[in-house]
């Protein structure tokens, strides 16, 4: 398939509320935005899961294939796994094109991330 | 190119008083730096966690007297727990002045957090 065709992506399940929140220095932090900002920390809190999620991020075009990254020294169920809980924290969406599944990082929700902990006031 | 070839990780500027860590763009991730990172994500992967650090972040000086942040809805032996995680991951660090300890944020690892998170290529 070719790579300049046009493809629907999926749905992401709760990506509507996501980027969210505000600085961390903004003042009080709702209990929700706190419960949505811990999820996303949470899907970078394993070492392996945040190796495989740079090995996405540093891929040209911020996409590999599952066949580009499996080989962080566990098991192929462990890597679908993690990579699950990427998606399911919005930082990353999936894409299956013939025999393979692609992984995009979600570029948006990792600038949210990082725009929460800019500490400049 | 191939796959195997070295490549030359940036220094994050600014970063001399923290431990790691290049950009998740930047290329293969080390299993250490990937260890260390994770453990930062970790501290702020709890909702409560993330709540008394926002409050110590969004106090003025990036300061707070443990008994202007304690009411989070948990048990002050709950609070502490987090503050001592939140420590351990070297995001906090803390004083005694008399009866009170104090937290203070600790910004340059903050912001190298953030900068980690940086997907600008």
Redesign the interface.
Known sequence: MSKSEVVELPVLEGADVVPCCPP??????S?AD??R???M??A????????L???I??HPG?EACVCDIADVGVSQPTVSHHLKKLREAGLLTSERRGTWVYYQ?A?SV??A???L???RT
């Open positions: 961390l220095t903004a003042g009080e932090l209990r706190a419960e900002m811990a999820a920390f949470k970078l809190s394993d070492p392996v899961r945040l190796r999620f740079s090995r991020a540093s911020g990082v570029p990792v600038a991330m990082a725009a902990l800019d500490l």
